[in-house]
Nanobody, 125 residues
Framework: QVQLRESGGGSVQAGDSLTLSCAASGRALGAFAMGWFRQPPGKEREFVAHISVSGATVQYADSVKGRFIISRDNPSNLMSLQMNSLKSEDTATYYC??????????????????WGQGTQVTVSS
C-alpha cells in the first residue's frame, strides 16, 4: 500500500506563486502515473494535471495550462506542482493521487487508487 502526503499549501495573494509537493511512502513513486486534483469550496473535485511514470508526458486542465507545472523526482519519491500567476479561482483543496493502471496517467478520478489527504490553497484577490 502506498501513502501519499501533500505539503506546501497556504494563503497567498493573486499573482503569487506556490509550489505543492507530494511525498510517497510504502511503495516507490516510480510505479505510478501521478495526478493533481483540486476541490474548490462548494464544488466537485476536478482534474488539474497528470504526469506519466517517466515524467515525459504531462497534461493540464485548460484552466491552469501555461501557469502550472507538474514534475516528479522518482528517486526521491516526490511529485510537485508549481503554481504561478495564481488567481482567486485557484482557491481549493489540492490532492495528489496515484494511478497504477496506466503509465501515462488520466484526467479521470476513477483511475486513481491512492490519494493524499489534501492541502489547502487560498488565493486572495
Amino acid at each position: 500500500q502506498v501513502q501519499l502526503r501533500e505539503s506546501g499549501g497556504g494563503s497567498v495573494q493573486a499573482g503569487d506563486s506556490l509550489t505543492l509537493s507530494c511525498a510517497a511512502s510504502g511503495r516507490a513513486l516510480g510505479a505510478f502515473a501521478m495526478g493533481w486534483f483540486r476541490q474548490p469550496p462548494g464544488k466537485e473535485r476536478e482534474f488539474v494535471a497528470h504526469i506519466s511514470v517517466s515524467g515525459a508526458t504531462v497534461q493540464y486542465a485548460d484552466s491552469v495550462k501555461g501557469r502550472f507545472i507538474i514534475s516528479r523526482d522518482n528517486p526521491s519519491n516526490l511529485m510537485s506542482l508549481q503554481m504561478n500567476s495564481l488567481k482567486s479561482e485557484d482557491t481549493a483543496t489540492y490532492y495528489c493521487a496515484g494511478n497504477e493502471h496506466s503509465q501515462y496517467g488520466s484526467d479521470w478520478q476513477g483511475d486513481y487508487g491512492f490519494w493524499g489527504q489534501g492541502t489547502q490553497v487560498t488565493v486572495s484577490s
